[in-house]
């Protein structure tokens, strides 16, 4: 079957510091994968959409600059939040989709705290 | 732009009780419609989608039904169990992006008492 994994889960970093976070697409290849953030009490926000063969394309509100993207192959992408503040903080998750699949393949998440 | 709006908080029922949670939505032209289910600790999972008006998903005994004159995409089951106990969520993908954006609605907490 068609899983998705996320690391690590949970992460504390230092308010001003930068965590970065992977996502592993396994059962299949990953041509698109998004990733989103949940904020307390929000629900998921789209971050930035990564498609094989083209540019990555940021949600208004989120930069290149803040969150750097990496998707070198079919299975792995991640993602980077720098110099993070308590406005960071939540669930970010991690969506994949395969061109077999008219769906999105979630992982866990990986849960920001910043100190 | 696009958006969600479902029944927001919490619902709190007994097992075999009739569920309804409401979806709408607002999107121009044909959106792809979701429902995800989220368990403690783990991602959303898609429970079915529909594309089409009048179109019915279905799943676990959940199923909506695609009615593009209401806008929306109403979450019902007829006999609710504990083990129904999660987060619901609506969601849409507008028709020219396929279902790589979603746009989600707040999610709502199902909590069935045995």
């Known amino acids: 079957g068609a899983l998705v994994y996320q690391y690590p889960r949970r992460t504390i970093c230092k308010s001003g510091t930068s965590m970065r976070m992977e996502c592993q697409a396994v059962?299949?290849?990953?041509?698109?994968v998004a990733w989103y953030r949940q904020s307390p009490q929000k629900t998921f926000e789209l971050i930035a959409l990564s498609t094989v063969n083209s540019a990555i394309k940021y949600e208004q509100n989120f930069t290149q600059e803040k969150f750097p993207i990496s998707h070198p192959n079919l299975s792995f992408s991640s993602m980077t939040v720098l110099n993070a503040y308590l406005e960071d903080r939540g669930l970010y998750l991690c969506?994949?989709?395969?061109?077999?699949?008219?769906?999105?393949?979630f992982g866990p998440g990986t849960r920001l705290t910043v100190l | 732009g696009d958006s969600v709006t479902q029944t927001e908080g919490q619902v709190a029922l007994s097992e075999e009780d009739f569920l309804t949670i409401h979806c709408n939505y607002s999107?121009?032209?044909?959106?792809?419609l979701f429902w995800y289910v989220q368990y403690p600790g783990e991602g959303p999972q898609l429970l079915f989608r529909a594309s089409r008006d009048k179109e019915k998903g279905s799943s676990r005994g959940f199923e909506a039904t695609y009615d593009k004159g209401t806008t929306s995409f109403h979450l019902r089951k007829a006999s609710v169990q504990e083990s129904d106990s999660a987060v619901y969520y609506c969601?849409?993908?507008?028709?020219?992006?396929?279902?790589?954006?979603?746009?989600f609605g707040k999610g709502t907490q199902l909590i069935i008492q045995p």
């Open positions: 969601a849409l993908s507008g028709h020219t992006e396929g279902a790589d954006r979603l746009t």
């Open positions: 969506g994949a989709r395969g061109d077999s699949y008219a769906e999105q393949f």
């Open positions: 059962g299949f290849q990953a041509t698109s």
């Open positions: 999107a121009s032209g044909y959106p792809t």
